[in-house]
């Protein structure tokens, strides 16, 4: 069993900063992809970065620029910062993470999930 734990979501103001962190723990051989969707109330579900075991990462649109994607391979873990916030960017965001289990089963699992409010 894989789990996700995330941290790092909050109240800010427009043109703060935040940091979200997501932990995998558990049955992991080796992680490929780790990344971040939001979805925001009455919005599809969108994908806001993506990091490869490698380091390549791919952002959507409306945040490149502002938000960066990193992540510690020892740690298993991956981080989202996110600056020059805006109201817009106001959503649940959810890591995800690309599994190779120890029993050699590949799976994505996912966090719980963290709000992001963004207000004045």
């Known amino acids: 069993q894989v789990q996700l734990v995330e941290s790092g979501g909050g109240l800010v103001q427009p043109g703060g900063s935040l940091r979200l962190s997501c932990a995998a723990s558990?049955?992991?051989?080796?992680?490929?992809?780790m990344g971040w969707y939001r979805q925001a109330p009455g919005k599809e579900r969108e994908l806001v970065a993506v990091i490869t075991s490698g380091g390549n990462t791919n952002y959507a649109d409306s945040v490149k620029g502002r938000f960066t994607i990193s992540r510690d391979n020892a740690k298993n873990t991956v981080y989202l910062q996110m600056n020059s916030l805006k109201p817009e960017d106001t959503a649940v965001y959810c890591c995800y993470a690309k599994v190779t289990t120890g029993r050699g089963m590949i799976a994505d699992y996912w966090g719980q999930g963290t709000q992001v409010t963004v207000s004045s």
């Open positions: 558990g049955s992991i051989y080796s992680i490929n992809h």
